[in-house]
């Protein structure tokens, strides 16, 4: 079985010089492994450092220490250690990513923000509409707000578009950092089908979910945050 | 897509007198990336955008740019007449003041036209043509095309600069605070018309900015500055969310939220 992900002693604390120069250890040790094809949830308490491994996993947060080895290409990088623009080439083809929120651009519609990740790898603008159309369509995106820009949408409208971008491509490896939270039941349910698609496409998922159900219906297994926790390595 | 740079920068220092201008930065650009350069006011950046665009010949260091024919071409041993060539074919320079980017006392179409005629151009209706093409793409009416960029609003001289200047097909872009000194909503209709231009015209972009909004919504990457040295870089949004300097944190401390 394919493994993409592989996270290998990895650690993490920050530094806040505007405050003494005092540091706050987060995770160390971090080590696992994501297959195709299974969905596993990172689990822990608030603070305990779930979104700040899945910003590392995404190059969005720098790593101090260990691994990232991804699958990219035919080949194996290490996304700790790689350049800017290995990075962007990784975001582009092989990890997707769902963030807690829509970070808005002025004046580009819901379809086109669903849509630009499937055009920047090269596909043809109205089919990558159309692919955004069904999408939105299955997340019971109200048509009448397809053309508009999403800045002036109610969290859960914007969350669905944001779950809609993050599901558009076929990235190898997709991160959820809590993609239900501002959602009714009914959008839950149809989250959890897509990740169920995802997983039956052979993408493998790393995820956060609050939400007992959700993560009851799509999780494989759950990684222990704490586990990882700074100060107990340390000691 | 190429797998070789646009620009290398290697150990650039400028120095006035005894001043520090900008100290010993080196990076690659490569095509279609934009970069963009914050710091605070006297950091060494238009010094360095000034270097770069060879307006300022560095105190040391070399920057070499890969010529359309994919030759390396040490800029800083380039004759006058070649950087002069570059600068109207291969690059825009995109100034904060428009009037320093603009002829004032000529008309809007000619602003454009100048440059079409500048790398050979020498049919007027074709010219014409192309201007009213790009005054439409910066969204000015074509009925204001023989007016002066003196009857335009600040707003709209910017636009038009950025039209001069990207009418020739440019692969790199240097721009020095391209939406200081509008109004705030004036400066977001700027900044969206810049995105969309840089994005569907694969443009490599030096983008130097105070404004750390403008370096999220532009840029891929981005170089901190301060007393002219490069504190931090890196992807845009790492060094925005996950700031490592303490310069860096100060300065995305020290505005809401980006
Ligand atoms: N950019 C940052 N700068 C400084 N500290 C940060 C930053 N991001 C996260 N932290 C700190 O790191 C710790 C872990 O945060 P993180 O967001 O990873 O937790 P989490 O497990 O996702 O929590 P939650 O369940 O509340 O979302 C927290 O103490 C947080 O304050
Ligand atoms: N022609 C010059 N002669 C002497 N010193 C200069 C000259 N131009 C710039 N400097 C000095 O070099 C340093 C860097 O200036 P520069 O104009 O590059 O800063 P900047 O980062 O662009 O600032 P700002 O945000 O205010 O435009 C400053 O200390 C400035 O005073
Ligand atoms: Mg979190
Ligand atoms: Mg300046």
Redo the contacts between chains.
Sequence with gaps: MATPLVVSDVEKSFTMHLRDGVTLPVVAGVSFSIRAGECAVLGGPSGAGKSSILKMLYGNYAVDEGQIIVQHENGLIDLASASPRTVLAVRRRTIGYVSQFLRTVPRVSALDVVAEPLVERGEDREAARAKARSLLAQLNLPEKLWALPPATFSGGEQQRVNIARGFITEHPILLLDEPTASLDAKNRDVVVELIAAKKAAGVALLGIFHDLDVRDAVADRVIDVTAFAAGKVAA | MTDEPLLRVSALSKFYGSRVGCENVTFDL?PG?VLAVVGESGSGKTTLLNCLSTRLLPSSGTASYRVRDGQWRELYRMSEAERRFLMRTDWGFVHQNPADGLRMTVSAGANVGERLMAVGDRHYGKIRATAVDWLSRVEIDEDRIDDEPRAFSGGMRQRLQIARNLVTGPRLVFMDEPTGGLDVSVQ?RL??LL?GLVTDLGLAAIVVTHDLAVAR?LS??MMVMKDGRVVES??T??VL??P???YT??LV?SILQV
Excluded: F, K, M, V
Aim: proline fraction near 5%; charge should be negative; hydrophobic fraction near 35%.
């Design positions: 490569w990336e977001a900044l969206d995105r919504l891929q990457r890196g992807l949004d790492r969310d996950d490592r300097a303490p944190q100060l401390s």
